[in-house]
């Protein structure tokens, strides 16, 4: 069997050895494709892999026409938009993701964020604290469960609505949990988003929404960029003067909105949410091993184009 990892971005090298050991272990070669700049490269170097693990890699149908032998793609990571599961299904390929591996590194970036946003930006001005802040959380998976853990540490008031239908867990877990998003967008003083991208979601927080937010308020984005209506964003934060938006997923309409709102669009240069050793680490390791356990004994647990 080869077994093929293909990153854009590449995973750590402490990670990479990980991933070589365990595909060792099983008999199975272990190639590599990083920093690839050309859509080629990759066409080229999946024709006889059998299996494949990426990252925000897109993987559509040219190249699984390119890939007459490949069983399973494995993204490493949560989301996995960036595979055509209709396709792969017609190809007769698993597509996988990596649940939870990358949720703490996630959590901590939007913390982070945060700290640095209430703070002008460490401009030398005085800011704010997070430390009594009402926090709102849209949807409640991995990413939100470790944001939630680390927010209440800090005294933060959270609570939750999930569009997802798991509002026992938020009640579990002891968190408020609204009946709608207007009434998550209006109660709270920061709104984080961990709504994965799907039909139903995509351009679901716009304008109407997002003036429903306090006075001040801020709007955080490290789920996915599709999930927000620009245009309605824009409008928004125009009309709105107090309101801030944090995001590790530049705009589309990046460079005006820099221009127009200055330091109340706080972004990362790139998406950084998964970019620790330990998140490279955890997701690395758990797509390989996925990739084993299914080509060995059938296993298709985290199978997502069921």
């Known amino acids: 069997m080869k077994i093929l990892i293909a990153t854009e971005k590449p995973f750590a090298p402490v990670a990479v050895k990980g991933i070589k050991e365990i595909f060792e272990m099983a008999g199975y070669e272990c190639c590599l494709l990083e920093k690839y700049t050309e859509k080629a490269q990759l066409l080229e170097a999946v024709r006889d892999a059998d299996g494949l693990i990426i990252r925000s890699d897109i993987i559509d149908s040219e190249v699984m026409d390119a890939a007459p032998q490949l069983k399973i793609v494995v993204r490493a990571g949560a989301g996995y938009d960036n595979v055509d599961l209709q396709a792969a299904t017609g190809h007769g390929i698993v597509v996988m993701n990596t649940p939870g591996q990358n949720a703490n590194a996630v959590a901590e970036l939007v913390i982070g964020l945060l700290i640095f ?61 609204h009946e709608s998003a207007e009434a998550l967008f209006t109660y709270n003083d920061i709104v984080s988003l961990h709504i994965p991208a ?47 938006y944090v995001t590790d997923l530049k705009l589309d309409a990046h460079d005006e909105a820099v221009k127009r709102f200055g330091a109340r669009y706080v972004f990362t240069p790139k998406k950084m949410g998964a970019q620790t050793a330990e998140a490279n680490i955890n997701a690395g390791l758990a797509a390989a091993q996925q990739i084993v356990d299914f080509l060995e004994n059938g296993s298709k647990q985290f199978q997502v184009n069921k």
């Open 117 to 177: 946003t209430i703070r002008n930006g460490f401009n030398g001005t005085s800011g704010t604290e997070l430390m009594g802040k009402k926090l709102g959380l849209m949807a409640f998976g991995a990413v939100a469960q470790n944001l939630a853990r680390i927010a209440k540490g800090m005294g933060m008031d959270i609570s939750s609505y999930s569009p997802l239908n798991r509002p026992q867990k938020i009640i579990d877990a002891g968190y408020h949990v």
């Open 198 to 244: 799907t039909p139903q979601t995509r351009g679901s927080i716009g304008y109407d929404l997002i003036c429903k937010m306090k006075k001040n308020a801020i709007l955080v984005n490290s789920a996915r960029k599709e999930v927000i209506d620009e245009e309605g964003l824009l409008r928004a934060m125009t009309e709105r003067e107090d309101l801030r």
